[in-house]
């Protein structure tokens, strides 16, 4: 089974483990489906980026949407690392779990008025504008609190990150930011304006980028414009260059180039379109390629079946655990936890209990046949599982473990049954 080299996960003893501690053990303390995360993988992943951009001043706004469990949000604050926020919601976590207000910069297309207002009094470093109407309510809000709005234009470059179309961002088909000759034509309302204190521009071309050369593109022409702007009178503190460092699965048919490589082309992007000599602030907003291969889903083998065509391992863990399989048909590494030896390869689709055909966590994956009550490791679920997980069917949501250094540490607890209904009415 392809699985992601990592230092982090192990056999030792024929057992799985991370950072030295039995994954079994921990599954029989918390029971599963159950997540696992190495605080140490954390750790690294923000190192290498951190030294990625050493060439400038800069500042790792975290993806809070990748993984935003309070303990993971404090280790990353206690790095020096920002958040970039998408709701009400995740600014009170980021707030809750540390981070200060002026290393918090806020996204998304649908912001709602109490959004705006909450990040506007709690003095974030900037609300990203995404539109035309957005802008007019953030100046709007502004005015009636007496106070200006730290904003950014979110230009949308039209570059093509050449990744999966769900998670391309900066193409002029896709429903985020702004085409640059609209940012042009606000650009005059928003410095004369008495709300509005434009702090900067940003960007997001997309996720899982295969290669750097469309970030050194849209470096380059995010840093032109900027200086188009500067030209015109805007004061800028800083350039948002937006996320897309990968994270490798274990099923890529070349590896990701490293960070570094990525750090190179968005250092040459800024040189040639000649915004580093003013010394700006620039920001990056890595989201699952910091916390993504720092997480397991332990999930228990609840028995095998087959049909006339296909044999189904199933297993305690489903959709509501990890959907990412189910949405984009994205791949996950699954090990297993007691190390295979001398067993039966067979061919199966890993299945969970939940009423939906769609509820898989790997399809025609081959794998040591596997025994019923056997636990598997689910890899790369230290982001957007827990984020993306439900309560449908009536499931409970999975408690969390997060490992650091000689401890093993419960960070959300199962919930009981009562969590399911507690503030319904009837």
């Not at 080299?5 to 918390?30: C, K, M, N, W």
């Not at 809070?64 to 976590?93: F, P």
């Amino acid at each position: 089974m392809m699985a992601p080299p990592s230092p982090h996960f192990q056999y030792e003893g024929g057992e799985l483990t991370i950072d030295g501690y039995s994954v079994r053990a921990i599954a029989e303390e918390y029971g599963t489906p159950l997540y696992i995360y190495s605080a140490a993988s954390i750790r690294k992943a923000y190192e290498a980026i951190d030294r990625a951009l050493s060439f400038t001043p800069h500042l790792i706004a975290y993806a809070v949407k990748a993984n935003g469990n309070l303990a993971i949000l404090k280790l990353l604050a206690e790095l020096g690392s920002g958040a970039d926020i998408v709701s009400g919601g995740e600014l009170a976590r980021a707030l809750r779990a540390g981070f200060s207000p002026d290393k918090i910069v806020y996204s998304g297309v649908g912001k709602t008025a109490r959004e705006l207002r909450e990040a506007i009094e709690t003095g974030i470093r900037a609300i990203h504008v995404e539109s035309a109407f957005e802008l007019d309510l953030i100046e709007s809000i502004a005015d009636s609190i007496g106070t200006k709005a730290r904003i950014a234009f979110r230009v949308n470059p039209n570059v093509d990150p050449q990744t999966h179309p769900y998670i391309s961002t900066g193409l002029h088909s896709s429903k985020f930011g702004i085409p640059i000759d609209e940012v042009e034509s606000l650009l005059p309302r928003t410095l004369k304006s008495s709300s509005l204190d434009l702090v900067g521009l940003t960007m997001h071309i997309g996720s899982q980028l295969g290669s750097p050369a469309p970030l050194a593109e849209a470096s380059e022409l995010l840093g032109r414009f900027a200086l188009k702007c500067m030209e015109r009178g805007a004061q800028f503190e800083s350039l948002d260059i937006g996320g897309g460092w990968p994270l490798a699965y274990g099923n890529e048919s070349d590896p990701y180039p490293p960070p570094s490589e990525f750090g190179r082309a968005i250092r040459r992007g800024l040189e040639a379109s000649g915004i580093l000599k003013h010394d700006l602030l620039i920001l990056t907003e890595p989201g699952r390629s910091l916390v993504g291969d720092a997480g397991l889903l332990i999930t228990e083998v609840l028995g095998l079946k087959a049909s006339a065509t296909k044999q189904f391992v199933i297993a305690d863990a489903s959709m509501t655990e990890l959907i990412r399989p189910a949405l984009y048909d994205a791949y996950h590494a699954v090990m297993p936890v007691c190390e295979p030896r001398d067993r039966e390869t067979i061919i199966a689709d890993l299945v969970g209990p939940v009423c939906e055909s769609g509820d898989f966590l790997a399809r025609n994956r081959a794998m040591p046949r596997p025994k019923p009550g056997e636990l598997l490791a689910i890899r790369g679920a230290g982001a957007y599982a827990r984020e993306m997980a439900s309560t449908y069917n009536a499931r409970v949501l999975a408690p969390e473990v997060l490992i650091d250094g000689d401890k093993a540490r419960l960070v959300r607890k199962r919930p009981t049954y009562d969590s399911l209904f507690e503030n319904e009415v009837f």
